[in-house]
């Protein structure tokens, strides 16, 4: 990594604010929502890991996903997916509903593939195939019927500038995704979630395994993704939900705390076990 | 980002047709998949089915108590005696031998691996080992009258000659006994005690190690006190799958332990194992219904229930040993 | 001297001993293992020669040779392999990447730990009731073959769960999030990563199947044949037109029994005959073993999860 700027440089960018008021669950909503959750709760057996759930993910923004570990949160953000359905014994409560098509994404007519055909997921480390670095990005794009080596060639090229990837990689297309440092690895799992177009992108506690340099790429990049998709992430670090996010979800044991605009939440939260939580005091 | 689109692109999601056929093959190979895991259980029926059905016929002419208690074997007599217990006897004893050689040289050879050989060498020796596993039995059977037996002809000339008493009663080694016979079958069963054993003992977590050299054990004290006391289970299942090898093989004593049913534990005889019998009555073209054909079922039968029993003993044990840590 | 001194002496001392006993043992066996193969080259070597390829077996053992024998041991590995790797494969990939936990799935855990035991004789057994009478495929290299593969079939089993183990689940749930099928996720991914580690697990099975003597003495193969099984629609003695199956159907003999066979006779100059074939059949195994440890050691240094 050569062109890494220093950490300092990477003053937060303003964060979008779409709307005056204040938004809460029953605020008039400005902004078109993507995804709603409604009443959902989650059950890995008998263990209710998310609690009757309910809050709105608005189209184009980054809506980050807070609380200590073992909070549901990333439970919640697997659900978007359907990630939860190649293990036995979990069960989904209550629904995902999915703009502007209104399908249920827990719903039992939803199928689990279609799902994650429209929402994509980056996991929380680096999980590139064993395959080029080209094979990695036009993998989905395979499963989804586009063949054409000219057509596979622009997207993947469009993908990997999109996850700022492509001038660091751009010669070695057909070198082992493996070579690549980590934070490479990681904006090569972004360019692979980004290839297939999906509606919405999941971030699971991105840059837990990476670097502080590494960290501050993929947090400029989800920066600019902003513009061009729907973002859910789960971080442990707050200062990360308070760089990236515009909207902030707080969970502690399966429910929902608070949720609000992520300046909001970060300054003057409503509650005092999110200030508690913001402030250090537990998790 | 200068190519970035404002609006969002249609999803590249499959038509639902698309999608309903993959799911269909899914069906499909599914079911293909747990046809073929299912096939396992009918061999296992077809063994106990074949076993049991083709051995009736043999139990309406041989009493099953005769056969389970008679002392003598003699198939091929005009008034023919199927008395397992020599069959028994012959399958003990060269296991016994085998045993005897594969557990200590077994078990130090994967003490020392484990606990005393650089990874590197570690490496090299292992796959080497476990060559020995591989040769085919028909050629130890070879090795075994034409090299083993041979040398322990000498040897036991020359540890006779220190005890004359002996000398009346067992004035020489024949070729073909079971001592040759159970040695070289050792040789073989040690890789199967080492490699599983070895396995066992490097599972052992570090620290029991590091407490121990805390303090001040040696190497030896560790890999005895510690290392090996802690793996026993593991080591012990090594110890059973050699037993059900042992108990099961074939070629090495059909022609080196001399093919002669007789009801005897001296290891310096001839004997006669289960699997030699099956093997030296299949050699002869045997008719369907004849009782020599029948025999050979219920020898099988016999043979199949001993190793049922030493494999249920290891794998219980190998669980155990799994949920250690 | 202190008794500390002392006592850490006697503990270097234990700790030499034990170093030169586990290193003797080891050269013991590995000596012996060379004594063997240099017993059979020094008994055997002399025989082996193309004639001794090309030859049948024969009542005089100066022009007897392995030529039905190692067409009969390369046709029965190929039906084992035939049978034995999809089957095993296709029963490792459900058990390890679709079987649910439940007492059903646990009998066939059981049942392939339990097959893995059984004497080699006992699938003989078997295969003569089952295949070579109440099936009616005669004593017959297809007979041959399917026990087998039948043999190693749990060998091919462990290892392919062994390998799919080995994947790490993040690159399931990678392939899965993109919207993989379950078999997309296998023949995609999973087969691909783990082929390095399933084909030594399954050249391992063969290496033991080519070596196997007592199954096949069971169903009956002869040992004393003067004929090759029909190519593919040659024409036959009879004046009929091989079937492209006629060869799985006729009687056969392979390496090990020819050589048990040679091991029974009197007289010096067969068990020649028996080292040379001996020779041949540890030739064979050992370079199946050279083979398989070379895929693990290959595989080994290209994929590092």
């Known amino acids: 990594m050569v062109n890494t700027p220093p950490v300092e440089s990477l003053t937060p960018q303003p964060v979008m604010q779409p709307h005056s008021e204040p938004v809460g669950a029953d605020a008039p909503v400005v902004h078109p929502v993507k995804a709603e959750v409604r009443n959902l709760s989650f059950y890995y057996g008998s263990f209710k890991a998310v609690k009757n759930v309910s809050l709105p993910f608005y189209e184009k923004a980054v809506t980050a996903l807070i609380g200590p570990s073992g909070c549901g949160k990333t439970t919640l ?23 502007p098509s209104r399908i249920n994404i827990v719903g039992p007519a939803a199928s689990p593939i279609e799902m994650r055909m429209r929402v994509s997921m980056v996991f929380q480390k680096p999980n590139p195939f064993p395959k080029s670095i080209f094979e990695n990005v036009a993998y989905g794009l395979r499963l989804r019927g586009v063949g054409g080596r000219s057509e596979l060639e622009a997207r993947v090229e469009q993908a990997l500038r999109g996850a700022a990837l492509w001038e660091e990689v751009k010669d070695r297309l057909r070198d082992g995704a493996y070579g690549l440092s980590g934070g490479q690895q990681q904006r090569l799992c972004i360019a692979r979630a980004l290839a297939v177009e999906p509606e919405i992108v999941l971030f699971d506690e991105p840059t837990s395994a990476l670097d502080p340099i590494a960290t501050g790429k993929i947090e400029e990049l989800i920066d600019d993704l902003r513009q061009r998709v729907t973002i859910l992430i789960v971080t442990h670090n707050m200062q990360q939900a308070s760089r990236v996010s515009d909207y902030t979800a707080f969970m502690y044991l399966g429910e929902m705390i608070e949720y609000d605009r992520t300046a909001k939440i970060f300054t003057n939260p409503s509650k005092s076990l999110t200030e508690q939580y913001i402030s250090g005091r537990f998790g | 980002m200068p190519d970035a689109t404002t609006t969002t692109p249609a999803p590249l999601v499959p038509h639902v047709r698309r999608l309903s056929g993959l799911m269909l093959r899914e069906r499909v190979v599914e079911g293909l998949l747990l046809l073929a895991a299912v096939f396992s259980i009918f061999i296992t029926s077809g063994i106990v089915f074949i076993l049991v059905n083709e051995s009736r016929p043999f139990f309406r002419t041989v009493n099953p108590i005769e056969f389970l208690t008679g002392g003598e074997w003699t198939p091929q007599f005009a008034d023919p005696k199927f008395g397992i217990l020599p069959l028994v006897a012959g399958t003990l004893s060269t296991t016994l031998v085998a045993l005897l050689v594969a557990m200590p040289v077994g078990t130090i050879i994967a003490i020392w691996l484990s606990e005393f050989a650089p990874a590197k060498v570690r490496e090299v020796v292992k796959p080497l080992l476990e060559l020995l596993a591989a040769v085919p039995t028909v050629v130890y059977g070879f090795f075994a009258i034409t090299l083993v037996s041979p040398v322990m002809q000498q040897v036991y000339a020359w540890v006779i000659s220190f005890f004359p008493s002996l000398k009346e009663n067992y004035p020489e080694l024949p070729l073909f006994n079971v001592l040759s016979a159970g040695i070289v079958m050792g040789l073989m069963i040690v890789p199967y005690v080492c490699s599983l054993s070895e396995d066992a003992m490097r599972a052992v977590p570090m620290i029991l190690r590091e407490g121990s050299f805390g303090m ?4 030896t004290t560790t890999a005895l006190r510690v290392v090996f006391p802690a793996a026993f289970s593991g080591v012990a299942a090594a110890y059973t799958l050699a037993i059900s090898r042992a108990v099961g093989e074939t070629m090495i004593v059909a022609i080196a332990a001399g093919n002669q049913p007789t009801l005897t534990a001296n290891p310096l005889q001839p004997a006669q194992t289960i699997t030699a019998f099956i093997v030296q009555a299949s050699m002869g073209d045997l008719p369907h ?23 249920l003993l290891g794998a219980a044990l190998r669980r155990r040993y799994r949920q250690a840590y | 001297m202190r008794p500390i001194d002392h006592t850490i002496r006697r503990g270097q001392l234990q700790d030499l001993i034990f170093r030169v006993l586990g290193v003797s043992l080891l050269l013991l066996c590995l000596g012996t293992l060379g004594v063997l193969i240099f017993n059979l080259a020094h008994d055997g070597l002399s025989r082996l020669d193309l004639k001794f390829f090309s030859s049948f077996a024969s009542r005089h053992a100066d022009e007897a040779g392995i030529k039905a024998a190692w067409v009969g041991t390369a046709l ?10 999809p089957l095993g494969l296709a029963a490792g990939i459900y058990l390890e990447e679709y079987a649910r936990k439940n007492w059903f799935t646990g009998l066939i855990e059981i049942n392939i730990a339990n097959l893995a035991g059984v004497p080699s004789i006992i699938y003989g057994l078997m295969a003569l009731g089952l295949l070579v009478y109440k099936l009616n495929f005669g004593r017959s290299i297809l007979s041959g073959g399917v026990t087998l593969a039948f043999l190693i079939l749990p060998i091919v089993i462990v290892a392919t769960r062994e390998a799919l183990r080995s994947i790490p689940q993040s690159m399931r749930e990678a392939a899965y999030a993109l919207g993989a099928t379950r078999w997309q996720v296998i023949r995609h991914h999973l087969l691909p990563y783990s082929a390095g580690g399933i084909s030594t697990g399954v050249i391992i099975a063969l290496g033991r199947a080519i070596g196997e003597t007592a199954p096949l003495i069971t169903i009956g193969a002869l040992t004393y044949i003067a004929f090759l099984p029909p190519a593919p629609f040659s024409m036959m003695d009879s004046g009929h037109r091989a079937g492209a199956f006629s060869w799985l159907m006729t009687d056969f003999t392979v390496l090990p029994i020819q050589m048990f066979n040679w091991v029974s006779m009197p007289g ?15 030739l064979a195994t050992l370079g199946i073993n050279a083979v398989a440890i070379g895929v693990r050691y290959r595989m080994r240094r290209r994929i590092k999860w």
């Open chain 3, 268 to 282: 010096e100059d067969f068990q020649a005959n028996a080292a040379a074939a001996g020779l041949v059949l540890m």
């Open chain 2, 216 to 219: 001040g054990a040696n190497r």
């Open chain 2, 289 to 311: 219904d004849d009782i020599g054909y029948q025999s050979i079922f219920a020898a099988g039968l016999t043979l199949f229930v001993m190793t049922l029993g030493f494999n």
């Open chain 1, 77 to 99: 953000l697997r659900c978007f997916n359907r990630m939860h359905d190649l293990y036995p014994g979990n069960r989904y409560e209550g629904e995902i509903v999915l703009y």
């Open chain 3, 76 to 85: 029965i590995m190929l039906v084992t392999a035939l049978t034995a790797i």
